[in-house]
């Protein structure tokens, strides 16, 4: 039985699977004996020659010997590409990392001479306070020492001044002095002999800035007197005020007369 028998006429019958019988030499042109032998055994040549075809594939693409070679070769090679990438890529990063690290090495190594070279700026800074410090002192003393030469003589020159402007009729019963200001308590027996000390107060050389601030008639004694309060300012040519310039504090010294000082 051929195969058009077999797939139109036992497949359906004993299988019931439907088939269709396609032809593809019905197309071609032939004479009347060959369109005959076409149609009868056409299927079957069409099969035939799809069998044959297909084994004419396989027996033309079977690989040879040299061919499977040349692929194993291209395998071996791609192997060793990619063997080659990884170890690159590794010794890359292994290149890197060292690089890296050597970096760091370094910058630490500038951080810690950088902080040695803050300590010792800081040391330094700390030496230069000490001596601004010394310097200070040694100005503060010689600052003293000046002030003590030049105003050692002030007492001496005060009290001269004061023997020789006070007039006849005035004396004192207080006399203190805080820095350059003196301040005077003390009796008068007439107003004309105090404006007399006064008037000469002005025109002294010593001192200066003389005001009256308080002045008190006493009518309980046999012969009248007035109590009096003046403050003056002792001349700088006498007595300078470092303190003034310098902006320390300065001690106050009083003295207390309590003799009665008159000149007749």
Not at 58 to 84: C, D, S
Not at 171 to 195: K, M, P, Q, W, Y
Request: charged share 20%; proline share 3%; with cysteine.
């Amino acid at each position: 039985m051929g195969l058009y028998q077999l797939g139109s006429k036992s497949l359906p019958s004993e299988l019931g699977i439907a088939v269709q019988v396609f032809n593809p030499l019905l197309a071609m042109q032939s004479d009347e004996k060959n369109t005959a032998l076409i149609a009868t055994h056409g299927a079957n040549f069409a099969i035939a020659t799809g069998l044959a075809i297909r084994v004419f594939r396989r027996a033309t693409y079977k690989p040879t010997a040299w061919r499977e070679a040349q692929r194993q070769q291209q395998k071996k090679n791609y192997l060793t590409l990619l063997v080659g990438i990884g170890v690159s890529m590794v010794l890359l990063m292994f290149a890197v990392s060292k690089g890296m690290d050597q970096v760091i090495a370094t910058q630490e190594q500038r951080n810690q001479f950088l902080t040695q070279e803050m300590a010792k700026i800081d040391t330094q800074i700390g030496e230069i306070k000490n001596i601004k410090q010394s310097k200070e002192a040694i100005e503060q003393r010689m600052t003293l020492i000046e002030q003590l030469e030049v105003s050692r003589n002030a007492a001496p020159i005060v009290l001269d001044e004061l023997a020789r402007i006070v007039p006849p009729g005035v004396s004192f019963s207080r006399f203190s002095r805080t820095i350059n200001r003196v301040e005077i308590d003390g009796v008068s027996d007439s107003n004309n002999r105090l404006a007399n000390f006064m008037r000469n107060l002005a025109e002294s050389n010593v001192f200066n800035d003389a005001e009256l601030s308080s002045i008190v008639a006493d009518t309980s004694a046999a012969d009248a007197v007035s109590e009096f309060k003046i403050k003056f300012n002792i001349s700088p040519s006498v007595a300078p005020d470092f303190n003034q310039h310098q902006g320390s504090q300065n001690k106050c010294s009083s003295i207390l007369i309590n003799s009665k000082n008159s000149t007749n």
